[in-house]
């Protein structure tokens, strides 16, 4: 589904790649292990088309991603940052405002499921009347895993989605991205994630 295949990666004069292939089956779960500044985070923006590779290809559905057919790719992808960066608004206002994206227009999840997440997540209703600038970290990351649930595309690109959770949360999201039937693949430095079933561990040296 996702191959990454002798790709070669030079940044502000520093080799991060040299050579790297990597492939990605579809519904496989993997996360991606290794020191801080190794260039894992590079191969989520490689994929999403905002960083170029100085040689080799990078491959979605056996189609290679560049110029002409990064928008389509965009479409199946989810990519939830480390820095959760909403704009100021409130919560109901910026959730209404990604549902209301070209390529999101149709996809307006039933109240029942967006309610059963929301508590899923330990975020009440109160919250969707609040401003963004006056949240948390972990109720800003909440949040973003809350979008990527509801968007619900074919593959999710999670840099460090449980680094602002308690462990009852952590547990909860570890269970439910492992229990769904997308492509993942997932950041972290959080050991809870090394003990999920079924997941592919690719270790950075």
Partial sequence: ??????????????????????????????????????????????????????????????????????????????????????????????????????PNRGLVPMPAHREHLMKMLDLGDDILRQDMQKLSGGERQRLGLLVCFLLNRPVWLLDEPTSSLDKKLRRKVVDYVMATGKTVLIVSHDDIWRKADNLKIVRWS
């Fill in 1 to 102: 589904m996702i191959r990454y295949d002798d790709i070669h990666l030079d940044y502000a004069g520093k080799n991060i790649f040299s050579g790297f292939s990597l492939e990605v089956s579809e519904n496989e779960k993997l996360l991606i292990s290794g020191p801080s500044g190794c260039g894992k985070t590079s191969l989520f923006k490689i994929l999403l088309g905002f960083t170029r590779i100085s040689s080799g290809r990078v491959l979605y559905n056996d189609r290679e991603v560049n110029a002409r057919t990064i928008r389509a790719v965009r479409r199946n992808l989810f990519y939830l940052s480390q820095d959760i960066d909403f704009r100021n608004a409130p919560v109901n206002a910026v959730l209404d405002e990604v549902f209301s994206y070209e």
